[in-house]
C-alpha cells in the first residue's frame, strides 16, 4: 500500500519522497528516466540563502518581489526565503560539496538582480551535486523507485487523485499505480520551443497535461523565462554564474551594451535586439584567467570546447538567448496543495506564488527544494487519514490501455516530428522574447490545427520493448496540450510584465496585476485572471 506516490526523481522529488518517508510514510517514486538523469543536475550557479550577517533575509525577499514583477506573493516568498539556511545546513550535513571560502565558510556569488552575493554553489555543478546526494540519501532510507515509467493520466474518484496511469518504457503495458496522495515533480514544458531551449528532451510537461486533463487548474503559464547566455546555435546553457563571477557581454566591436547582472528578462532582451541587427554577441571572460576559471566554472569551460571549439580563457564564446525556464504550472498554494484534493505538486511544474513574471537566478534550487519539503511533509499528513482506493481497473486505466493499444494502429499519414520541430521554431519567434496578438494568434491558429491532425500522426515502429517513438508520439500530445494553453495565457494577457514582453502593449498595466489561472470546463480551455 502506497502512501505518498511522488512522480518525478528531481531535486524537488526527491526531497518531497525524503520528507514524506520522514513522517513516516511509505513512499513510491515513479520516474520516466532515472534520478541522476534529471534536469536538477543541469542547474550550474547555485542556491539563494542568506547564511552571513552582511545579508538579510528581507533584502532575499525583496530582490525576489521585485524580479516577480508584482505576481509573487510576499508571504510565500518570505516563507521560502526564511527555509533557505536551514535547507542548506541540511545538505551540508547529507554531504553536498560546497565550494568554500579560505575560512572553511560555504563561499557564495552574485547572480543577476540580487542585490547581495547570496548564492551557495558547488563550482558550476550545484544542482549535480545536490541531486546526487539526495538520491544517495534516498537510497539509504529505503525509498522505492520506479524507474522509467511515464505518467499518462492521473487517476480521479469521487473528485480527488488516488494514484496514476503509467506506461512501462521497457514493455509499453499501462500500469495503475493507486496512492493515498499523489505528488506532481514532473519538471516544467519548456519542450514547446524544441530546438531553441537549454533544457532536457524529456522536458516535455506530461505531468502539468496530465493534472490539466485531472481537472485541475494551471497558472502563469505565459511565462517563459529565456536565458541570456546559451552557447550560439547548440543553445547549451551558459550558467549565470559566468557573469556573476565578472564576465563581460560584448558585441561586435567588443563593446560592453548591457549591465550584465540585470535581471535575465532585461539582459536576455538586449541580447536579442543585438542579434535583430545582424550583430553577433559574445560572452567574454578571458580577463579571468585560466586558474579562475578552473576555480569556478570549470563544466562551462568543457562545454565550451566540445560544443563551440572555444577556449574560453583565450576566446570570445558566441552566444543567443534560449528558452530556459517555466515560470508557470500547477497551481498550487503555501503547502503544495493543486486544486484537486490529494494531488499536490511542487518544483518546475508547479506555480508556486514565487517567481511571478520573472524568476531570480539562484531561486530555482531553493525552490524545489522548499516545495519539495512541503509537499512530502503535507502529503504524509494528509495520508494518514485517508483511505486507500481499494477497487482496481479503474475507468482511466481502461482508457488509457486502449489508447495505447490503438496508437499501434494509427494511420501515419503526417510526420509528428517534422510539426514538433517547426513548432519550436514558430514558438520562438512569436511567442519568445517579444510577442504580438497578430503572430500569437497564427501560432494558435497552427497548433488547433494539429491538435486536429494528431490522430493521424501514428507510429512508424510498431515494436513494444524501449519503443522511443511511442514515448515521443505521446510526449507530443502533452506539448499540443500546453501550447494551446501557453498561447492563449499570453493572448490574454495585453500588457508587458518581466519575461512576456507585448510589442503591441508595451507596458504594465494595474489591472493585469494577477495571476493567469488556466482550466478546462466542459471541455473547452478556459483562461481568467485572479489577484
Known amino acids: 500500500m502506497i502512501d505518498v506516490l511522488v512522480v518525478g526523481s528531481g531535486g524537488a522529488g526527491l526531497s518531497a519522497a525524503l520528507h514524506a518517508k520522514k513522517e513516516g510514510a511509505n513512499v513510491l517514486v515513479v520516474s520516466k528516466t532515472y534520478p541522476t538523469h534529471s534536469q536538477t543536475c543541469q542547474a550550474q550557479g547555485g542556491m539563494n540563502a542568506v547564511i552571513t550577517e552582511q545579508d538579510r533575509v528581507e533584502n532575499h525577499v525583496h530582490d525576489t518581489l521585485k524580479s516577480s514583477h508584482?505576481?509573487?506573493e510576499e508571504a510565500t516568498i518570505q516563507s521560502?526565503?526564511?527555509?533557505?539556511?536551514?535547507?542548506?545546513?541540511?545538505?551540508?550535513?547529507?554531504?553536498?560539496?560546497?565550494?568554500?571560502?579560505?575560512e572553511g565558510k560555504i563561499a557564495q556569488r552574485k547572480m543577476g538582480g540580487a542585490s547581495h552575493s547570496r548564492s551557495c554553489y558547488s563550482a558550476d555543478y550545484t544542482g549535480l551535486k545536490i541531486l546526487h546526494t539526495l538520491y544517495d540519501t534516498a537510497l539509504k532510507e529505503n525509498i522505492e523507485f520506479l524507474n522509467e515509467h511515464m505518467i499518462l493520466n492521473i487517476i480521479v474518484e469521487n473528485e480527488q487523485a488516488v494514484g496514476?496511469?503509467?506506461?512501462?518504457?521497457?514493455?509499453?503495458?499501462v500500469k495503475e499505480i493507486l496512492a493515498k496522495t499523489v505528488i506532481l515533480a514532473t519538471g516544467g514544458y519548456i519542450s514547446i520551443y524544441n530546438g531553441f531551449n537549454t533544457n532536457s528532451n524529456a522536458t516535455t510537461g506530461d505531468g502539468v497535461a496530465a493534472a490539466l486533463r485531472a481537472g485541475a487548474k494551471l497558472s502563469n503559464m505565459e511565462f517563459i523565462q529565456f536565458h541570456p547566455t546559451a552557447i550560439k546555435g547548440a543553445?547549451?546553457?551558459?550558467?549565470?554564474?559566468?557573469?556573476?563571477?565578472?564576465?563581460?557581454?560584448?558585441?561586435?566591436?567588443?563593446?560592453?551594451?548591457?549591465?550584465?547582472?540585470?535581471?535575465?528578462?532585461?539582459?536576455?532582451?538586449?541580447?536579442?535586439?543585438?542579434?535583430?541587427?545582424?550583430?553577433?554577441v559574445?560572452?567574454?571572460?578571458?580577463?579571468?584567467g585560466l586558474d579562475k576559471i578552473n576555480e569556478v566554472m570549470p563544466q562551462e569551460r568543457r562545454l565550451a570546447m566540445q560544443f563551440a571549439h572555444v577556449k574560453i580563457e583565450e576566446e570570445l564564446l558566441p552566444i543567443n538567448p534560449a528558452a530556459h525556464y517555466c515560470m508557470g504550472g500547477v497551481f498550487i498554494n503555501d503547502r503544495s496543495e493543486t486544486t484537486r484534493e490529494n494531488l499536490y505538486a511542487c518544483g518546475e511544474c508547479a506555480q508556486s506564488n514565487v517567481h511571478g513574471a520573472n524568476r531570480l537566478g539562484g531561486n530555482s534550487l531553493l525552490e524545489i527544494l522548499s516545495f519539495g519539503k512541503k509537499a512530502g511533509?503535507?502529503?504524509?499528513?494528509?495520508?494518514?487519514n485517508t483511505q486507500y482506493l481499494t477497487k482496481e481497473d479503474t475507468q482511466q486505466y481502461q482508457s488509457d490501455k486502449n489508447f495505447i493499444a490503438q496508437v499501434f494502429h494509427l494511420p501515419n499519414q503526417i510526420d509528428?516530428?517534422?510539426?514538433?520541430?517547426?513548432?519550436?521554431?514558430?514558438?520562438?519567434?512569436?511567442?519568445g522574447l517579444y510577442r504580438n496578438d497578430i503572430n500569437m494568434k497564427a501560432v494558435l491558429s497552427q497548433v488547433r490545427q494539429w491538435q486536429k491532425e494528431f490522430m493521424f500522426m501514428g507510429i512508424t515502429d510498431k515494436c513494444t520493448i524501449y519503443n522511443r517513438n511511442l514515448v515521443e508520439f505521446i510526449e507530443f500530445g502533452n506539448m499540443l496540450e500546453?501550447?494551446?494553453?501557453?498561447?492563449?495565457?499570453?493572448?490574454?494577457?495585453?500588457?508587458?510584465?518581466?519575461?512576456?514582453?507585448?510589442?503591441?502593449?508595451?507596458?504594465e498595466v494595474e489591472s493585469y496585476a494577477k495571476n493567469s489561472i488556466a482550466y478546462r470546463y466542459d471541455n473547452t480551455l478556459a483562461v481568467e485572471f485572479k489577484g
Not at 87 to 101: A, K, M, N, S
Not at 164 to 173: E, F, G, V, W, Y
Open 164 to 173: 496514476i496511469t503509467a506506461m512501462d518504457l521497457k514493455t509499453s503495458q
Open 482 to 507: 500546453l501550447s494551446e494553453v501557453v498561447v492563449i495565457s499570453a493572448i490574454s494577457r495585453c500588457e508587458s510584465r518581466g519575461a512576456h514582453y507585448r510589442e503591441d502593449h508595451p507596458m
Open 80 to 102: 521560502m526565503c526564511e527555509d533557505a539556511k536551514p535547507i542548506i545546513e541540511w545538505l551540508d550535513e547529507l554531504g553536498v560539496p560546497f565550494t568554500r571560502t579560505s
Open 70 to 72: 508584482g505576481l509573487g
Open 235 to 280: 543553445n547549451v546553457l551558459i550558467s549565470e554564474s559566468a557573469r556573476g563571477e565578472g564576465g563581460y557581454l560584448v558585441d561586435d566591436k567588443g563593446e560592453r551594451f548591457v549591465d550584465e547582472l540585470k535581471p535575465r528578462d532585461v539582459v536576455a532582451r538586449a541580447i536579442y535586439d543585438k542579434m535583430h541587427q545582424d550583430k553577433t
Open 282 to 288: 559574445y560572452l567574454d571572460l578571458r580577463h579571468l
Open 416 to 431: 509528428f516530428y517534422d510539426k514538433k520541430a517547426f513548432m519550436g521554431k514558430i514558438f520562438f519567434r512569436n511567442v
Open 377 to 384: 511533509t503535507e502529503a504524509a499528513l494528509k495520508a494518514r
